[in-house]
Structures are given as C-alpha cells and as structure tokens.
C-alpha cells in the first residue's frame, strides 16, 4: 500500500512539473495570438489561474482591439471562478466602465452584485456586504426591469433580509438571556420595526411584553407603577397588530399579572397614607 501512495504521487510530480514547464513555455511565446489560444484552452479546461495570468499579460496586446472585450469578460471570471470574489467584483465593475453597451452588460451587472453576496460572512461578523448585495441586487433590478435574472436577484435580496433578521433577532435575545430586560424590550422593538412583515412578527412583540414585565418586576419601587403601565400599552399594541396570534393568550398573562401588580401597589400607597 505504501508502495502504491509512492507510486502515485510520483505520477501526480511528473504531472504537475510537466505541466508547470508547458505552462512557462506558454508564457515565453512571443506568438500572441497562440498565448491567447492556450489561454482559452486553460479557461476552458478550468485551470483558471493559468489563464488568468496569461489574460494579464495579453491586456496591453489587444487593448482597443475587438478581441479585448472577451479577454477582459473571461479575466473578470478567471477570478471570480477560483473563490477571489473582491477582485472579480471589480473587474466587473471595471467591464462596465469600459463596455458600458455590451451585449453582456446586463450578465455582468448582474455579477457584480452577486460578488458582494458572494462575500457575505458568517452571521457573527459585520454583514456590510449583505446590505451591499442586497442595494445592488434592487438597483439591477431597478435598472432591467425585463431581465430574466429578476427572480434569482429577488431571492436573494429575501435571503439576504433573512440573514440580517437573524442576526438582529439573536443580539436582542442575547440581551434577554443575561437579563438586561429594558435593553432587550427596546432591541425586540426595533427588531419588529425593521421587519414589519416578518412571519415572526407576534413572537418579537411577545417579548417586548414579556421583556417590559420582567424589567418592572426587578425595578425599584418609586418605578414600578409606571413600568407595569408600559406593559399594558405594549399588550394592547400586540392586541391590535396581532388579534388572531396563537401567542395572545401567553402575552396576556403579562396583562393581567402586570394590572394585578399596580393594584397592590396601589393598595400599599392606600395603606401608607391611612397610617400616616
């Protein structure tokens, strides 16, 4: 079996030296238009990075030639194919600069947005690039409104809102998880307000209500009136934005034990006054 590994890897050095030297060969040419031939060959077999650099080399060659357009277009890919989303995005950006009325300026366009969605990170991180993609998947389709790329460019403007939903969603439930219930109500709020058509809409008020209750419950005193009064409102908010909700009956609860804890209050002050 070692024998075997041995074997094969040896094959694969052969290869790979072999064609390393082919590929100098290649680049020493001085026949330009052959450069540009094995150039689409590597393009088209998929070895992206050979042909890129050798796109790059060909640049000032066929610069205001007709040939120049395919050459940049296929660099632009040669980047954007081997995972280097930054740099293809602006090559696509550049295409359109130079090629303003390409036959595929609107393909183009189009992947210049998707580069940005490419580049969106990790929910944790800071998601400048989600907003980007989404900005510039609504100005594509704002500026083709007949292309059939529209519906791929909405789904991913919804994905992208979905995204940052989430990671919104998660900091205001942080907030709730280390009991900072005021911050939580405020970030739940804000949450709704942002994505009003959210199918999660009713559990984001929910815990507003249950968020405003929790912070009077641990308040002082002097402030719990008032704050047992900000979870009413907030119930009666849920109230009329979600009627039909299958977590109205939870969010009443908080009504009904916030009403019950001014009435005690209430009473308290009643006594304090008779005995003074």
């Known amino acids: 079996m070692r024998q075997l590994n041995q074997f094969l890897f040896a094959i694969l050095f052969f290869f790979t030296i072999t064609s390393c030297d082919s590929f100098s060969k290649v680049q020493k040419s ?9 150039a689409e060959e590597y393009f088209n077999a998929k070895k992206y990075r050979y042909a890129q ?8 060659v066929f610069k205001g030639t007709e040939k120049f357009e395919d050459i940049y ?4 890919y040669c980047f954007y194919n081997d995972g280097l989303y930054r740099d293809a995005e602006n ?30 990170p990790k929910l944790e991180l800071e998601q400048v690039n989600t907003m980007k993609a989404m900005a510039m998947m609504q100005t594509f389709i704002n500026t083709h409104p007949g292309s059939p790329r529209i519906k791929e ?24 998880n280390l009991s900072e219930f005021r911050a939580s109500a405020i970030a739940f709020s804000s949450l709704l307000n942002n994505y009003p058509e959210s199918t ?17 419950k641990m308040s002082v005193l002097d402030k719990q009136e008032e704050r047992f009064e ?37 009473n308290e002050q009643t006594s304090s006054s008779i005995k003074r």
């Open 200 to 216: 999660s809409g009713d559990s984001y008020k929910l815990m507003v209500v249950k968020s405003y209750f929790k912070f009077a």
């Open 73 to 76: 277009y296929k660099y632009a």
């Open 53 to 60: 650099q050798l796109y790059e080399e060909l640049f000032p």
């Open 230 to 266: 900000k979870v009413i409102t907030e119930y009666e908010d849920f109230l009329d934005r979600f009627p039909e909700s299958k977590l109205l009956s939870e969010a009443k609860e908080y009504y009904t034990l916030s009403q019950n804890q001014i009435k005690i209050i209430k």
């Open 91 to 120: 090559l696509f950006k550049g295409y359109l600069e130079v090629f303003p009325n390409s036959e595929k300026a609107e393909e183009v366009d189009y992947m210049r947005a998707y580069c940005f969605y490419k580049q969106s």
């Open 153 to 176: 460019a909405t789904e991913i403007i919804d994905k992208s809102r979905a995204k940052l939903e989430l990671k919104e969603y998660r900091g205001a439930q942080l907030y709730y």
């Open 30 to 38: 001085k026949d330009y238009e052959y450069k540009l031939t094995k």
